[in-house]
């Protein structure tokens, strides 16, 4: 019970220092907020990329599921990924 109620007190504290913060520096909370949305985005884009990626695998015949295959695909993506361009860094 007491681990709980200190849970609570830190949650609670953090989240007021982050809208306290927020509210007092703007400018750095919006850039904060564009790099976690930029993250966001590659994030998403690379999860989708990997389930269409196994989706097609998925989708072929199984004579068709050669591991070579496979990997040759997973290279393709790793180096389309490696290629996407970065966020600025602040």
């Known amino acids: 019970m007491?681990?709980?109620i200190i849970h609570l007190?830190?949650?609670t504290a953090g989240a007021g220092?982050?809208?306290w913060w927020g509210v007092n520096h703007p400018s750095e909370a919006a850039v904060v907020s564009s790099q976690e949305e930029i993250q966001?985005?590659?994030i998403q884009a690379a999860a989708e990329a990997?389930?269409?990626?196994l989706n097609s695998f998925l989708s072929t015949k199984p004579a068709d599921q050669n591991p070579a295959k496979?990997?040759?695909m997973l290279?393709?993506?790793k180096r389309k990924l490696q290629a996407s361009p970065q966020p600025p860094t602040n």
């Open 50 to 53: 990997k389930i269409e990626l």
């Open 40 to 42: 966001a985005a590659k």
């Open 9 to 11: 007190i830190f949650f």
């Open 17 to 19: 220092l982050g809208i």
């Open 75 to 77: 290279d393709d993506e």
């Open 2 to 4: 007491i681990k709980l």
């Open 70 to 72: 496979y990997q040759q």
